[in-house]
């Protein structure tokens, strides 16, 4: 490698390979999970031989091409270092897949990212991790069920995951903060931007209550594509999705068939029959792809969260006495 690189390779070596991996062509998460359980690094793949890499599950003679093209590209390392130079200016932490800070729940979904960039203070590993998504486009019966459900979720020590998009994303953050819990907004894009820049003074404040987290590096545009990206990494790192309101179609629909996928609980609340931003949600119901609820209540009991008092679990509604 180049000298220019030798101040990297001193004190990042494998995050520079790391970074450098991400960037090649027509290798995505689940290749490149391949590439990394045969050839043991990142590293390692930068220097393994074509008739070690064509003997790789789903690599073949076309990825394998395309890996060893770049195995020198110094324009992916120069990409890789800036990288790297943003992540310590500010202060970001790289999660690697085999971190032990990496979202244990993600790390089990086949298509999770290798690597992650997160900014923040909450332990992306709790005990207790609920993703809350919905229309960007709420009714007050959406806000208020978003606001109560934080409210009914506070003393379970909950940390809190959404998209920090328009609408329901927004709420729910917003309510989580309000209720002294921790919130993870889920990027589209790198971390050297925000979008909607509405959200930036909400953003600042996750920051020390939770915090930013994307498998984007800075630079990236938050495209169209890159949403239901973003969505598969809130799906996957919680215990269970909650949809609030919902049109027929949407990104919370994706999420929540995406966490279905995952073998996580999917939630929704009702609406009335009829009311656009609820045929999402009732579609689900009906389907048996998510299941009804009222109140947090019903997601702690179902959780099996209950909580304890005098050594006796609390009884919800329906429950026999």
């Known amino acids: 490698m180049q000298a220019q690189y030798k101040y990297f390779f001193l004190l990042n ?99 999770a990212p290798i690597l992650l960039f997160y900014k923040g203070t909450a332990n992306l ?48 953050h917003r309510a989580a903060l309000a209720n002294e819990m921790e919130t993870i907004g889920v990027l589209a894009h790198g971390l050297d931007e925000l979008y909607p820049a509405t959200n930036a003074t909400l953003a600042k404040k996750m920051l020390k209550q939770g915090g930013l987290l994307t498998e984007f590096i800075t630079e990236t545009n938050p495209d169209k594509e890159n949403f239901p990206k973003r969505n598969r990494i809130v799906a996957g790192m919680c215990d269970a999705i909650v949809v609030v309101e919902s049109k027929k179609t949407g990104g919370a629909l994706i999420t929540a068939d995406i966490a279905a996928g995952y073998s ?28 009804l609820i009222e109140s947090a209540e019903d997601i702690i009991y179902a959780m099996c969260w209950e909580q304890t008092k005098n050594g006796k679990k609390k009884k919800f509604f329906g429950q026999d006495k």
């Open 13 to 111: 070596t494998e995050l520079l390979y790391q970074i450098a991996l991400t960037q090649i062509p027509n290798v995505g998460s689940v290749i490149a999970k391949n590439l990394l359980a045969y050839c043991g690094s990142a590293s390692a793949v930068f220097k393994a031989k074509k008739s070690a890499l064509i003997k790789i599950p789903q690599v073949g003679e076309f990825v394998a091409g395309y890996v060893l093209e770049n195995q020198d590209n110094t324009e992916i390392f120069k990409r890789a270092e800036k990288e790297i130079k943003f992540i310590e200016q500010k202060k970001i932490t790289p999660l690697f897949f085999t971190d032990e800070a990496y979202p244990h729940k993600l790390k089990h979904c086949n298509d």
């Open 264 to 291: 996580r609980d999917v939630f929704a609340f009702p609406g009335r029959s009829g009311d656009e931003c609820s045929e999402g949600c009732n579609k689900f119901i009906k389907q048996n792809k998510a299941a």
């Open 125 to 172: 590993n709790q005990q207790k991790i609920v993703g809350v998504v919905g229309t960007r486009t709420p009714t007050d019966y959406g806000r208020a069920q978003t606001e109560k459900l934080m409210e009914g979720l506070k003393e379970q020590g909950v940390l809190v995951v959404s998209g920090l998009a328009y609408g329901i994303d927004t709420y729910a």
